[in-house]
C-alpha cells in the first residue's frame, strides 16, 4: 500500500512505512490484494441455505421493465438484500447487548455484595434510572417519605436490568425515555422490542430458508432489533457503566500513537466492555505495580487504548487513546508494546502475526474471543476476581519489558483534547434555568448562531482513505456552523486530529458556533463516548426536543447523523435505531443495497414517511457534510426558525 494514499494522518503513514520496511503486512497492504465481492458488495448475495450461493448481479445500466432476477427458491433481490442487512442488524444489536448484559450480571454481582473490586460510583445515576425499572427510591416511614436504602435501589434496578434480555408479557423499559410522539409511532408501527434477546433471534428464525419473503417486513422486524439496541441493550450498558465506574465529566488527555513511552512499559487496551480496562487502569496506578516496572527498568506505566475500550477509558479516567481501529497493528509494529490486551469486537486477527514479529504479548481475556495462533496467550478474566486477573496481566506487561528488542519507533504525534461529555455536561455547559435544562443550546439553534446538531460517528474502513472522509465531514460542519457529537473510533479521530479542543472553535468554525464555543469554553465536536454511548446522543437529542422551541420529536429537530467510514455490522444497528428515532442518517463508503434498487428506496425514502428518518449513502465528504445541512436546513425552514 502507498502510505500517503492508505491515510491522511502523518503517524498511521510513518507506521505503514515501517511496516512495510519490516515485511510485515497489514490491513493496508490486503486492502490493496483483496478486493471485494462485486455481488456481495450490492447486498444481493444470499447464503442462507446449501442450494446457494445464489448471487444475483445488478445489470450495469440497472433492470428495464420487470426484475425477473430470483435465487433458487424464488428469493427477489429484494427479499436477499432485507434479509441480509436484518441479519447484519442483530448481529451489530447482539454485540452490543451482550456487551451490556455483562455490565448488568457484573452489577447484579455487586448489587448482590459478591465483588469488593466493583462499587456503585454514581449513586445519583442509580437513582435517575430506577423509576424506568419501576424500582421505588423512597419509602413511607410513619407517613414521611423517606430515602430508600441504596443497596435495596441497586438490587432492584440489577434484576430488572437483567430481566429486559429475556421477559415476556411487556415491552422494553427506556422505551418510555423517548418523546411521546416517537413512542406513539413505534406503538402503531408495532415495532416496540419486547426482549433484547427474542428480538435478534427472530430476525435469525425469520430469515432462515422459506420465512419472511416480504422485504417490508423483513424491516419492520429489523427496525424492531435496532431499537432493542439503541433504547435497550447498548443504553443499559451505558448507564450501569456510569453507575459502577463513574459519569464522565470533560477532562483533558491526549490522543495518537505518540502517547506510548519508549522509557515506560507500554500497555495497550483494545476491545469494548470497560469491566476489565477499568480494573487494568486502577492496577497500573496502584503503587505496587509502579514499584515493580522501576525495579525492571522502567520509568512507569503508560497505559493506553485502541478502540472503543480507549473511549472508556478516555472518558471516565483520562487515559489517552493509542489510536483508532485502522491503527492497532500499527501500536505493535512500534516495537513498543510490551502488551496489547483484547476482550471483544473489532480485533484483527492479524494482531497475533504482527505480534510474533516483536516481544509483544498478545493476550486474549474473553471466554467468547479467542485466537488459534500459538503466541497468543489466554488469560480469563473473571469479573469476581477483577483485580487479581488485572494485576496478572499488568505484571505479565512488565517482565516483558527486558525483552524488548532494539528497533523500537514510536511517531511523534499526538494531540491534545478533550474528552469526556455526556447528557449531563451537555446540560451543565450549554443548559439554562428558563425553558429547560437544554435551554442556551436549543436558544441558540432558535437564534441560528448554531444551525443545527451532528452525530458523526462509527468506523474506519480500509476501503476509504483513513480519517479523510471523517475529518472532512466533520471541518465541514463546523464551519457551517454545525455543532458535532461524536463517538467510537470517529471521536479518537477528531481527537488526534485536533478538532477536541475548545481552541479549535476559532480555527475551524463558522462566526456562530465559534461564539457560542468560545463564550461557554466548549469544543465545538463533543466527544461522547464510545459506540454503546450512541444511547447519549438519543437522550441528548430527546433533552433538546424537552427543551422547547423546535417542534415535539426527534424528526423535527435541524439534525443528522453521520458514519463517514463504517464497517461493522453494529455501524448498521446503530443506523436503523437512529432512523427509526427520526434521524436522517447518512453513511460514506457505500450501503449493502445498490442491487436491490426497490428495498434501497425503501430505506432511503419510505423509512421517513414512517418514522420521521431515512438513510443515505455519499461517499464524497463534501456533498455528504452539505446533504446532512440541506436536511438541517430543509428542518430549520418547517420550524420557522
Ligand atoms: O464499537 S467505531 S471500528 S471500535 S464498531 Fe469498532 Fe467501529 Fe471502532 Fe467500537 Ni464502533
Known sequence: ADPMEASIEASTQEMIRRAQRLQIETVFDRAVTMKPCAIGLQGIC???????????????????????????????????????????????AAAHSDHGRSVAETFLAVARKETNDYTIKDPAKLIQIAPYFGVATTVEVDGKTMDRDLDEIALGVAEAAMAEWGKTGSTLAYLKRAPQPLQDKWKEQGVLPRNIDREVVDIMHRTHMGVDQDFKNLMKQGTRCSLADGWGGAMIGTDLQDVMFGSPSPLQS???????????????????????????VAACQSQEMIDYAKEKGAKGIQLGG????????????????AGNYLQ???????????????????????????????????????????????????IEFDEHYAMQDAKRIVKLAIDNFENRGADIMIPRHKMKQIAGFGVESIRYHLGGSFRGDYYTLNDNIINGRIRGIAGVVGCNNARTKHNEEHITIIKELIKNDVIVLTTGCSAITAGIHGLLTPESAAVHCGPGLAEVCETVGIPPVLHLGSCVDNSRILLAATEV?????????????????????????KAIAIGQYFVASGVYTVFGYHMPVDGAPVFRDHLYKDMEKIYGGKWDCEPDPIKHAHKMIAHIDKKRKELGI
Do not use: Y
Not at 426484475?67 to 428469493?75: F, N, S, V
Not at 485502541?306 to 487513546?321: F, K, M, S
Open 328 to 378: 492497532q497493528e500499527l501500536a505493535i509494529i512500534t516495537g513498543a508494546c510490551e502488551a496489547m490486551v483484547v476482550d471483544v469486537q473489532c480485533v484483527f486477527q492479524n494482531l497475533a502475526n504482527v505480534a510474533k514479529c516483536f516481544h509483544t504479548k498478545l493476550i486474549t481475556t474473553h471466554p467468547m474471543a479467542k485466537m488459534e495462533q500459538e503466541n497468543v496467550v489466554h
Open 254 to 280: 491526549e490522543a495518537n500513537l505518540g502517547i506510548m513511552k519508549e522509557d515506560h512499559v507500554n500497555i495497550i487496551v483494545h476491545g469494548h466492555e470497560p469491566l476489565l480496562s477499568e480494573m487494568i
Open 545 to 569: 426536543v424537552k427543551a422547547g422551541g423546535l417542534g415535539n420529536d426527534i424528526c423535527d429537530l435541524p439534525a443528522a447523523g453521520s458514519a463517514p467510514e463504517w464497517m461493522s455490522e
Open 46 to 92: 444470499c447464503k442462507n441455505c446449501a442450494m446457494g450461493p445464489c448471487r444475483l448481479p445488478l445489470p450495469k445500466d440497472g433492470i428495464e421493465g420487470e426484475d425477473t432476477r430470483k435465487g433458487l427458491c424464488g428469493a427477489t433481490a429484494n427479499t436477499i438484500a432485507a434479509r441480509n442487512f436484518a441479519r447484519m442488524i442483530a448481529a451489530g
Open 306 to 321: 485502541i478502540c472503543c475500550t480507549a473511549n472508556e477509558i478516555l472518558q471516565r479516567h483520562g487515559v489517552p487513546p
